[in-house]
């Protein structure tokens, strides 16, 4: 189905308040991707962060000497991430939509696409994946949404709000595809959210998601599930590892292992993406 970017651009913006808020393991999802990225710095001079939101990747990177572009479509996260970065001359804010970055091929070193901007592009997903890969000169690592976790969130939130499995469980389930119009009963899953909507929405399996970064003419150095350990143990133990420094570290290390050693296909934390990808052009 279409997607309505003027739609979610007023929902994202409605959200950019709390952008870097981290709630359950949110905390655990970011301080893996910084582990992720720390490991590809060598030999980078430019950064795209694509979906770079108030810039929690974006801000840091520039204050460490990189030449950061820094991409969103919410005027809202861009106003933000200004403010956040006054006197930054080495970072640029374009405001831009991830199915159609305004860049010529392989112009950055390093390409973040981390959390929404291409999973949140629904329909358009696989669009915005091919962009991403396009302007990647040497390293890609993106995150988008688990369809093995997407689907325990789906099927819980239709069996709580109506007591039974909507259509869209068995649209996740099958396609990992959401869409607010997509069924009749839709609304219904979606109130109580911002602004009682959810945007357009792709989910993927990580054979899946390999297979459309081959596609693009990458080459895969990791696809697989990013936090998982997280995900399965309780939330209190996890927002209590959050809140001690050295608790945390030792807890992120274990997650790390989790995802190397145990299972690589895991279903990620249970918030922000649970799947990350690192690529490079083949």
């Known amino acids: 189905m279409r997607v309505d970017f003027d739609r979610e651009m007023a929902w994202w913006d409605a959200k950019a308040p709390e952008e870097e808020q981290d709630l359950a393991d949110e905390a655990v999802n970011r301080a893996l991707r910084w582990r992720e990225i720390e490991r590809h710095l060598a030999g980078v001079r430019t950064v795209l962060d694509v979906g770079a939101g108030t810039g929690a990747f974006s801000i840091p990177l520039a204050r460490r000497g990189f030449a950061v572009t820094h991409v969103d479509f919410s005027p809202a996260m861009l106003a933000l991430a200004r403010h956040n970065s006054e006197g930054l001359q080495n970072l640029r804010f374009v405001e831009a939509n991830a199915v159609a970055l305004p860049f010529s091929d392989r112009s950055f070193d390093l390409v973040l696409n981390m959390d929404g901007a291409i999973s949140f592009c629904g329909s358009l997903a696989e669009q915005a994946l091919r962009e991403t890969c396009r302007v990647t000169r040497k390293k890609l690592i993106l995150t988008v949404s688990h369809r093995a976790w997407m689907i325990p969130v789906w099927v819980s939130a239709s069996v709580k709000v109506v007591g039974c499995l909507l259509p869209a469980v068995g649209a996740m389930f099958d396609r990992g595809k959401w869409h607010q119009e997509q069924f009749p009963e839709n609304p219904l899953l979606s109130k109580g959210v911002t602004q009682d909507y959810f945007p357009g929405f792709r989910a993927f399996l990580p054979g899946e998601l390999r297979a459309l970064l081959e596609e693009a003419g990458m080459r895969v150095l990791r696809c697989g599930g990013l936090g998982s350990l997280a995900n399965f143990c309780d939330s209190e133990a996890v927002e209590r590892a959050c809140q001690d420094q050295a ?36």
């Open 247 to 282: 608790l945390f570290q030792e807890f992120v290390d274990l997650c790390e292992r989790f995802d190397r050693e145990v299972l690589p296909e895991g279903p990620g934390t249970r918030q922000r993406a649970g799947l990350i990808a690192v690529a490079v052009p083949a």
